[in-house]
């Protein structure tokens, strides 16, 4: 079956703008949470949506925001673009809960 | 606060040797730890994870041991491979919770 697709792979942006990156999960995940990946930072937690509701969020500014469709993708859009918002962004799905995730590849957003 | 860490940024090993990644935890209500590689311009893929009711869960040539007492788990490669060359990230989960990484660490294999 298709993994977890992500869109597009690469972004380049300049500061001020704004950014929206797809994310669709493997058929039948219901659960699609968005990292950012930053060297040295690890994988840090943006949000988690499950069935078109946010149900985990993390410590990220009102900047970055997401949703998702009955369809399970989702988007997350991030406004105001900031140098420091340049970072490979991940997207991971799930059927239900964090035991089995699968993640895309990732978009690479350079903010310049 | 950074509930996963990998204090760790870089392994460097010989092939055919041992490989010992190591990761803290300080969040007690985690329940269920994960191992996942990454290779440059790829998703992480996942490892090998562990349960808190277990001690040791072995796969191939992967082992992942957890102390809870010592909030410490540890991930073994035993032998080392040139393939296995890449970011290794720890994870941690109370299940519907969200899953938290460490900041990873970089093994390089070589020959």
């Known amino acids: 079956k298709a993994g977890v697709t992500q869109t597009p792979r690469y972004l380049i942006k300049t500061r001020g703008q704004q950014v929206t990156l797809s994310c669709s999960p493997i058929?039948?995940?219901?659960?699609v949470s968005w990292y950012q990946q930053t060297p040295g930072q690890g994988l840090q937690f943006l949000f988690e949506?499950?069935?078109?509701?946010?149900?985990n969020k993390g410590n990220f500014p009102g900047r970055f925001s997401g949703r998702q469709f009955s369809n399970s993708r989702s988007e997350m859009n991030v406004s105001t673009l900031e140098l420091g918002d340049s970072a490979l962004y991940l997207c991971?799905?799930?059927?239900?809960?964090?035991?089995?995730?699968?993640f895309g590849s990732g978009t690479r957003l350079t903010v310049v | 606060d950074q509930q996963v860490k990998q204090n760790s940024p870089s392994l460097s090993v010989q092939e055919g040797r041992i490989s010992i990644l190591n990761c803290d935890y300080t969040?007690?209500?985690?329940?269920?730890f994960l191992w996942y590689k990454k290779y440059p311009a790829e998703g992480p893929t996942f490892l090998i994870s562990?349960?808190?009711?277990?001690d040791k869960n072995e796969d191939g040539r992967f082992t992942v041991f957890l102390n809870k007492s010592a909030k410490h788990l540890s991930l073994h490669i035993v032998p080392s491979q040139p393939g296995d060359s890449a970011v290794y990230f720890c994870?941690?989960?109370?299940?519907?919770?969200?899953?938290?990484f460490g900041a990873g660490t970089q093994v390089v294999v070589t020959p």
């Open positions: 991971a799905s799930s059927l239900e809960n964090n035991y089995g995730y699968t």
């Open positions: 562990i349960s808190s009711i277990k």
């Open positions: 969040n007690s209500m985690f329940d269920y």
């Open positions: 994870a941690a989960t109370d299940s519907w919770g969200k899953l938290q």
């Open positions: 949506y499950f069935s078109e509701t946010q149900r």
């Open positions: 058929s039948g995940h219901r659960s």
